[in-house]
């Protein structure tokens, strides 16, 4: 087992997954599992924009359209088709395909050009897949959404909650390899300095592509399995909201590092779940997201690298400063 | 005919709105190198304050100033405090100014209620000319009007004026206005200043154009004016009305005729012009 022992990250993170596998079977609560189920989704979809903005540099307004394609595709099998297993492996075949397909014409179009393009591409192509939402009735019942059932294998709560928490291990697993691998490594190289990477080599377009598909197909599966959490779906999987919340997730929890990604989701869903709660003791509390944005426009003009990379620098200095001292004992 | 000038009418006045929206996102952008996301909240500020201080006040001028007005005090705060301490990196701009717009959209909500507000034209402006059997909406000639206005003072600005010379070769090459003793930084918050007002100007225009405002607006138009940043090349100024012409009338005239595409084929100009050329339709700077 010598892949789980890569570092105290890596075992921490493994510990916390075990707990939480255990929690079902110990404690039995139905609105913090729902709860649970919602940050592991959450999850997903942030290391998903982590992997192109903390790994490759690229600022994504759009990330709400790989989701929202996830979620429709799921409704839409689910709701024209019986909700069989083997429907529900065509929905994600499509949500898979299609993700894809956009993240690559998106990516072609833009990523050759300044950062600011992609960013406008992805957050006006997100808005036409908003509209185009609202309009097609005959598929999409338009703003209203529509409920529909899932297979029986993801009707129990707690199995559903199992299922997400083996994803999300999985997809961090994953983007573990991806990011240390070869190509990982170019990717963090084009966030470093692209010019460099293109000077050494590397056709850069192709790598940025690269993340940015696996980034489309990774949110495209965040959203299946919210839509299949809630069993319904509506217009709202394609607004701006989420990709906020996407950022916010990223950015607070910090860039770069999955795990910030992880600890952002956890602390932004907990953080909307207790706010909507205050809101009957003050009106102010309906508008709970104006304090994030606040501690957003914060973090990233002081703490830039957010909780985790802000915490990674901290024990680096610390250790560098321990060294020191021991060489200076050594040498007194 | 008839149908043909409202048509028309309509997707001018429609395209002079963006221009106002689009003209200080490409200067900002010329100059700064910064793509302000808070844009579309200094739109809907303007709407909001211009149309509250016309509300209290009775005189949609005054409306008006007072609109221009929160667009510069805006403008000002956003240069100085959220601008400038990150100059220099991209993506920390972008986040940053995406955080701003969250901020200044939520804002609104608290202020002003999240439902929408309705909004009238003042009297003098209310109604319609007939001319040889065409209907003409007193408003939109109004909103036209004022959009040519605009553009022809910030181009006299630009051209004719030291300030307007600065901005120009700041444009070009900041280093070297910067090398020569000019303090850039003035500059920049000169523009940005400009650029939020113009804004905030086109956010009251609106008001009484669509009936509504909602805090979501700034958003709705940010995109629009994106596009039209992209097609009219960025930083270019004459570019960009002649774009936001171009997206008002094909906007206008799609919504007649297959109304479900209007928007669709905005993007797809943006998305052929990206590809085609990616430093917009106008002018040869990218």
């Known amino acids: ?332 | 005919m008839d149908l043909f000038l409202n048509l028309a009418l309509n997707g001018l006045a429609t395209g002079m709105l963006i221009f106002l929206l689009a003209a200080g996102l490409t200067l900002i952008f010329g100059l700064m190198d910064v793509l302000n996301f808070a844009h579309g909240g200094l739109f809907a500020w303007g709407a909001y304050s211009g149309l509250w201080i016309y509300g209290k006040t009775g005189s949609f001028l005054i409306g008006i100033a007072g609109a221009i007005l929160t667009g510069f005090l805006l403008g000002i705060i956003t240069e100085k405090w959220i601008i400038k301490p990150v100059y220099g990196n991209h993506v920390q701009q972008i986040l940053i100014t995406l955080g701003l717009m969250l901020v200044l959209s939520e804002m609104l909500k608290v202020i002003w209620g999240p439902n929408q507000i309705t909004a009238t034209p003042p009297d003098y402006l209310k109604g319609s000319w007939e001319l040889g059997g065409v209907i003409i909406i007193k408003y939109r000639v109004f909103i036209i009007l004022a959009g040519l206005l605009i553009y022809t003072c910030v181009q006299f600005l630009l051209k004719k004026t030291k300030i307007g010379l600065v901005v120009r070769a700041g444009v070009m090459n900041k280093e070297m206005v910067q090398a020569l003793g000019i303090n850039i930084q003035k500059v920049f918050m000169f523009v940005f200043m400009i650029g939020a007002g113009m804004a905030a100007l086109g956010g009251v225009l609106l008001g009484p154009y669509s009936g509504v405002i909602h805090a979501g607006m700034g958003m709705e138009f940010a995109i629009l004016a994106f596009i039209v940043v992209v097609i009219g090349g960025m930083g270019n100024f004459s570019g960009s009305i002649l774009a936001a012409i171009l997206v008002g009338l094909s906007g206008s005239f799609m919504a007649y005729y297959v109304p479900d595409l209007s928007l669709a084929v905005n993007m797809l100009l943006m998305a052929v012009v990206l590809i085609i050329r990616p430093q917009g339709l106008f002018g040869a700077k990218g």
């Open chain 1, 1 to 332: 087992m010598k892949w789980l022992r890569t570092n105290k990250g890596t075992t921490l993170f493994w510990i916390v997954a075990a707990f939480l596998f255990l929690l079902p079977f110990v404690y039995e609560s139905r609105n913090l599992m729902i709860l649970l189920t919602q940050i592991f989704i959450f999850s997903v979809f942030a290391m998903s924009y982590d992997l192109l903005l903390g790994f490759t540099g690229i600022v994504s307004f759009g990330h709400a359209m790989f989701f929202g394609i996830g979620a429709y595709s799921i409704g839409i099998f689910m709701k024209r088709f019986e909700p069989t297993m083997l429907n529900f492996l065509l929905a994600l075949l499509a949500t898979l395909a299609l993700t894809a397909l956009v993240s690559f014409l998106v990516g072609l179009l833009t990523l050759r050009l300044k950062s600011h393009f992609y960013a406008m591409l992805t957050l006006s192509l997100s808005g036409l897949f908003l509209v185009a939402a609202e309009k097609w009735r005959s598929l999409t019942h338009g703003n209203d959404g529509f409920t529909f059932r899932v297979p029986e294998q993801f009707i129990d709560r707690t199995d559903y909650y199992l299922i997400c928490l083996l994803i999300i291990a999985a997809v961090f697993m994953m983007l573990k390899r991806f990011t240390n691998s070869p190509l990982g490594r170019v990717l963090q190289a084009i966030r470093e300095n692209e010019q460099r990477t293109e000077s050494l080599g590397f056709h850069v377009l192709h790598y940025k592509i690269a993340a940015s598909i696996v980034s489309g197909v990774l949110a495209g599966i965040a959203g299946i399995l919210y839509a299949m959490s809630l069993r319904f779906v509506n217009t709202s999987v394609f607004s701006m909201d989420i990709t906020l919340d996407a950022l916010l997730m990223t950015i607070i929890g910090g860039v770069g590092t999955l795990y910030g990604a992880m600890i952002g989701a956890g602390l932004i869903e907990f953080a909307h779940d207790w706010l909507t709660g205050l809101a009957k003791e003050h009106w102010i509390f309906e508008r709970w997201i104006i304090f994030f944005g606040i501690i957003y426009i914060l973090v990233v003009m002081f703490f830039p690298k957010g909780i985790v990379g802000t915490l990674r620098t901290i024990t680096w200095k610390r250790k560098k400063q321990q060294a020191v001292k021991k060489k200076e004992k050594l040498a007194g």
